[in-house]
């Protein structure tokens, strides 16, 4: 294989200093299938990296294999992440694919299409650093189920006009033509969405080839019922990268709150008119976005992610002042007690 097919640049050559490259294509726990110049490797991380604070490789990741050894010695810095909250209680980052340059959010038009949870992907896109772009499936649907699609597209469209919106039938194969035309040989993209909006039958359309079990037998309205439980990396026909990620039941931002304001460039504009900088667009007077016209449900969810991020914040900040005091802690302990430390 030759490396820049799979990705690699001057980005991550500069940052090479010993050992071999290699992509991570397949991950299942600690073990991981890379792609290398002398083809296919099956990896380990080493003792270093496992107890250090070095990112834990991921799907897309570019790393480096000890010589003469199957193990993973580094993990380069990465061009973009697609990141998340890790789900449940803790304030963790939870990567779920490196070094994407095309996001493709994938929504069914059946009972899976909401707007307030595709707003949501894209300020995960804007995070991520890739370049977005919405597929709404099961355009075949629309007839049977007595979908306006006209006007779903054009709502859809509304969400960010410099995002691309497409109608496609992963089903029938209509409209996936469009896709590889978003990259360039050598980039990567990845299918995100819920689960059953149809990412796996949209992979196996544009490979030209069953890779991942999907249920094709559905009625109108009816949820697929494949689930992709792994991420994995695929070389497809034209000459780019595509990755098939789980479908989410969860997705907690994980995200500067910058980001969320350029996913909602409608709403930065017309508060830079508000009386109040800090203005929160519920009650204050003299504000300039309530009475707009602007989509109320539209208002209400930014105002809700921005509720998610200034307390992901506070808690994230929480959490990092906990860990330096328990490092103060610890230093002080081993000054006081220098036996102890020794011994230790």
């Known amino acids: 294989m030759l490396l820049e097919q799979l990705g690699w640049n001057a980005f991550f050559a500069q940052q090479l200093s010993g050992g ?34 070095i990112p834990w490789p991921c799907v897309g990741d570019w790393v480096v294999l000890r010589s003469g050894a199957p193990v993973i010695e580094q ?34 038009l059946d009972r899976d299409y909401n707007p307030r949870r595709l707003e949501r992907y894209l300020v995960l896109a804007r995070e991520s650093g890739a370049r977005a ?25 509304e969400l960010s006009s410099d995002v691309p919106v497409l109608a496609v039938s992963a089903l029938l194969g209509h409209g ?25 039958t949209i ?43 789980p479908g989410l039941r969860e997705l907690q931002l994980w995200a500067d709150p910058e980001h969320l304001d350029g996913s909602f460039a409608d709403i930065r504009t017309l508060a830079l008119d508000c009386r109040f ?9 003299g504000c300039a976005v309530r009475g707009t016209g602007l989509d109320a449900a539209r208002l209400a969810n930014y105002r809700k992610l921005q509720r998610e991020l200034a307390y992901l914040e506070r808690k994230s900040d929480a959490r990092l002042a906990r860990e330096e005091r328990s490092r103060w802690k610890a230093l002080e302990k081993s000054i006081r007690h220098p036996r102890k430390r020794d011994l230790s």
């Open 277 to 285: 900088r800090d203005c929160t667009h519920s009650s204050e007077p």
């Open 203 to 245: 992979l196996n359309h544009l490979l030209g080839e069953q890779r991942g079990r999907t249920d094709l037998e559905r009625t109108p309205g009816e949820r697929g019922r494949h689930i992709t439980t792994c991420r994995e990396l695929f070389v497809m026909p034209g000459g780019w990268l595509l990755m098939d990620l």
């Open 176 to 200: 996936l033509e469009a896709l590889p035309g978003f990259l360039h040989r050598g980039e990567t993209a990845a299918l995100i969405g819920s689960s059953g909006a149809g990412k796996s």
């Open 75 to 108: 993990v380069l810095e990465r061009r973009t992440k697609v990141s998340r909250k890790q789900p449940g209680k803790q304030t963790q980052e939870q990567v779920l694919a490196a070094n994407v340059d095309v996001l493709f959010i994938v929504s069914g």
């Open 133 to 157: 772009v919405i597929v709404l499936n099961k355009a075949d649907l629309a007839h049977e189920l007595a979908l306006a699609l006209d006007r779903m597209m054009d709502e859809t469209t």
């Open 20 to 53: 071999i490259p290699g992509r991570v294509a397949f991950s299942n726990r600690e073990h991981f299938l890379l792609w290398t110049e002398s083809g296919e490797v099956t990896a380990s991380v080493s003792g270093r990296l496992r107890h250090s604070s």
